[in-house]
């Protein structure tokens, strides 16, 4: 069982927003700095979407966007596409080299 | 290109021993550090090891602790896992991961699939 909660799925209909939540980040780690964002498409190597907790990389879309409320990370994703459907992963640096993956949510476009 | 490519996957008995390696390409190696990823079939990621960019610094995962070592050979531009006493649950894909001066890792392979039988 993994130190960080996500959601096993969330679903939404095309145009709409929504959310995933990553729950447990304070108990890892004391700053909020470190949390990740991962999409995975199936069959896919995970892609980047969001470092320390609400950075975008280059060439992410700016309808993905990440914040953070006491012990729980989020990742919001606006204007929801087909293509939006793919397993979402929260991640933290855990200390000492490590890092700590949440479960993963699978987002389906209604 | 910019780009990770693992190798070295296959089918292997229980308690036999593979090697994995991860060739890159299209940026400085020895620049980054650098991560050995899993992911179980139908599961989700695992950290698993990660190497500083020197090879001075090592760390893995308790669950591979004792029989996985990561290692790199930066004039090669090459990273590498070394799976000893394999067991059925290291059956997974195995990504080779990139890590920038962020706390994320930005750049992953296409993965290499272990698969262990017991």
């Known amino acids: 069982q993994s130190a960080l909660t996500q959601p096993a799925s969330v679903s939404g209909s095309p145009g709409q927003s929504i959310t995933i939540s990553c729950t447990g980040i304070s108990s890892i780690v004391g700053s909020d700095n470190h949390v990740s964002w991962y999409q995975q498409h199936p069959d896919k190597a995970p892609k980047l979407l969001i470092y320390e907790g609400t950075k975008r990389p280059s060439g992410v879309s700016n309808r993905f966007s990440g914040s953070k409320s006491d012990n729980t990370a989020s990742l919001t994703i606006s204007g929801l596409q087909s293509d939006d459907e793919a397993d979402y992963y929260c991640c933290s640096y855990a200390g000492s080299g490590s890092w700590v993956f949440g479960g993963g949510t699978k987002l389906t476009v209604l | 290109q910019v780009q990770l490519v693992e190798s070295g996957g296959g089918l292997v008995k229980a308690g036999g021993s593979l090697r994995l390696s991860c060739a890159a390409s299209?940026?400085?190696?020895?620049?980054?550090?650098m991560n050995w990823i899993r992911q179980a079939p139908g599961k989700g990621l695992e950290w698993l090891s990660f190497i500083s960019s020197s090879g001075a610094s090592i760390y893995h995962a308790d669950s591979v602790k004792g029989r996985f070592t990561i290692s790199r050979d930066n004039a090669r531009s090459s990273l590498y896992l070394q799976m000893n006493s394999l067991r059925a649950e290291d059956t997974a894909v195995y990504y080779c991961v990139r890590k920038p001066p962020i706390d994320a890792f930005d750049l992953w392979g296409q993965g290499t699939m272990v698969t262990v039988s017991s």
């Open positions: 299209g940026f400085t190696f020895s620049d980054y550090y």
